[in-house]
């Protein structure tokens, strides 16, 4: 009996839990840096890319890109294009990103991540 | 007299079933219209003692299936299908419902992530991104009908392990398109 409260009860929890991840869904925002001398590479590289990469770009389910993205893309158009298109278990950002930020979070890769 | 109650029934439960599944339906589609106009975060959310959400999402999938493989063992059991336990406890049934609720549960910060945080893949050059989209949206909608099928007496007595073998299905394409890829992809154990 008591073990049958016990179920009752967790369904109970089921259904608030399912509410509350579905208010979560409305509700959430990525976290914003605040920094006002960040660029917008950096800012979206912040929002959509260190999830994976890591916040300094050194890997963490993603492959590391700070010191390496630009040796392993010499030409920034084959980044872009992986940026894009997704590749593997990395998302398509082509038609979530304009060009202008595709551009400049690549630039921000290359460059200034992880320095 | 029989024949004339049991049409009312019938008419009953399958005007349950048709509600539960346009309520299924409905469901499914409307996580697809989110998970496609909302803009994904691309943050990690719940990592737990994980190095990284991914790593926290593959093991709670997997978390999933073990109580998914529990509910449907012991379903097999209820439905006379395997011998094993011989006489059923009281309280079998109820570690029944416990599983799926324990499964439903572990699936919610899973789902969370994939659709506040990646969204749905709706580009079928990317095949596993793209059925697991679909199966994910897919799931959600078949666990509603289930749950209003199991609740329902005098369904045809094919269909609630019908409904039910089509959610576990749903889930372990889901489990192979996700935690298999990032075991065999990205690493094992991955944390």
Known sequence: ?115 | MSADSSVPAQSRWQSRLLVAAVAGAGISILLGVYGRIHDPAGQQTISGFFGSTLAFKAWMASLVLFFALLQLTTALRIWGRIPWPRTLPPWFSQVHRLSGTLAFLATLPVAYHCLWAIGFEPDMSQPRRFIHSLLGCFFYGAFVVKVVAVRSRRLPGWMLPAIGGTVFTSLVGLWLTSSLWFFTNIGFPGF
């Open chain 1, 1 to 115: 009996m008591l073990f049958k409260r016990l179920v009752n009860g967790l369904e109970v929890f089921a259904l608030v839990a399912t509410a509350w991840t579905v208010l979560l869904l409305f509700t959430a925002q990525p976290p914003v840096s605040g920094d006002p001398v960040q660029d917008d590479g950096a800012r979206i590289f912040a929002a959509r890319c260190s999830g994976c990469h890591g916040a300094k770009g050194q890997g963490l389910s993603g492959p590391q890109l700070a010191g390496v993205v630009a040796e392993r893309f010499p030409d920034p158009a084959d980044q872009a294009a992986v940026v894009a298109n997704g590749r593997n278990g990395m998302p398509a950002f082509g038609s979530r990103l304009t060009a202008e930020e595709l551009e400049a979070v690549v630039e921000f890769t290359r460059t200034r991540l992880g320095s």
